[in-house]
């Protein structure tokens, strides 16, 4: 087991107030649940006394180098798994980023633990297991009551103490947390989580999205105009691009990555004739 390494090791007198807890968490993961390795990101878990946020270190990373400069194109970032979730008022709010548009979905979400009487050391923490259904999965959660926040990755809470390790019953989705600090400020996501660079999402109920993503699978550029997508060919001239060869190649994509974390949200896209 690696050992956790903390920026900031907390173990009693956690408050709110007007600071931001911090979790870094670890995400080893399958796209493709055939997969014989994986794929390694990582993630941040931002609580705060009125909202609990989840999303890629990168957007972060990004956003924070675009700040500093001045008059220059802004950092983008192409996390594995672009997962922007905000959890406030009892409602998950779940950013969606589909290029050129960018959608809000909110849900309604929660587990039903099972604590068990499982109990280890993990690193300087004492941990209990407790597990789960959620998403289409059996899910395993060692959390601690060392660290009083009924959070942890993804949209999993409702535990006595943050959750310090978490994966699926078939190691499709394993998430190990890393480190943590306190930043004495609110963290302003407004240009990567609620917004894309100034674009609004628009808010689409769970039936739309399944729809959008069907419709999406079928052309992936209807939404770049009559115009169709513009590239740079290998002399810097601004050209249409193959729209049928992006078109399947995006296709065969969608196929074979079709591993989400909540499985039964995965689309049921057409056969390949």
């Not at 060692?142 to 994966?167: C, H, N, Q, R, V």
Request: glycine share 4%; proline share 4%; charged share 25%.
């Amino acid at each position: 087991m690696k050992q956790i390494t903390l920026f900031l090791l907390l173990i009693f007198g956690f408050s709110y107030g007007q600071t931001t807890h911090r979790f870094i968490y670890e995400l080893k993961f399958k796209k493709d649940s055939l997969a014989q390795k994986y794929d390694t990101d990582y993630y941040i878990l931002d609580i705060s006394e009125k909202e609990q946020k989840f999303y890629n270190q990168e957007l972060y990373q990004n956003d924070s180098i675009s700040r500093l400069k001045i008059n220059s194109e802004y950092n983008f970032s192409y996390p594995k798994l672009p997962i922007r979730l905000v959890h406030k008022d009892g409602s998950f709010y779940n950013y969606y980023s589909q290029t050129p548009l960018y959608y809000l979905l909110k849900t309604k979400d929660k587990q039903n633990w099972h604590i068990t009487s499982e109990k280890k050391k993990l690193d300087k923490f004492n941990v209990q297991k407790a597990t789960t259904q959620f998403g289409g999965r059996t899910w395993e959660a060692w959390f601690t009551t060392d660290i009083p926040f009924p959070y942890g990755p993804y949209k999993f809470y409702g535990l006595p103490g943050l959750i310090l390790e978490l994966s699926d019953t078939k190691e499709n989705f394993i998430f190990s947390f890393k480190a943590n600090k306190n930043i004495n400020a609110h963290i302003d996501t407004s240009r990567y989580i609620e917004t894309q660079i100034g674009l609004k999402p628009t808010e689409i109920a769970k039936n739309q999205w399944q729809k959008l993503q069907l419709d999406y699978f079928v052309n992936p550029l209807k939404d770049f105009g009559d115009g169709g997508l513009i590239v740079e060919n290998e002399r810097g001239e601004k050209v249409k691009a193959d729209s049928r060869a992006i078109i399947e190649n995006q296709q065969n994509y969608l196929r074979k990555y079709n591993n989400p974390i909540e499985l039964d949200m995965a689309v049921q896209y057409p056969v390949q004739k």
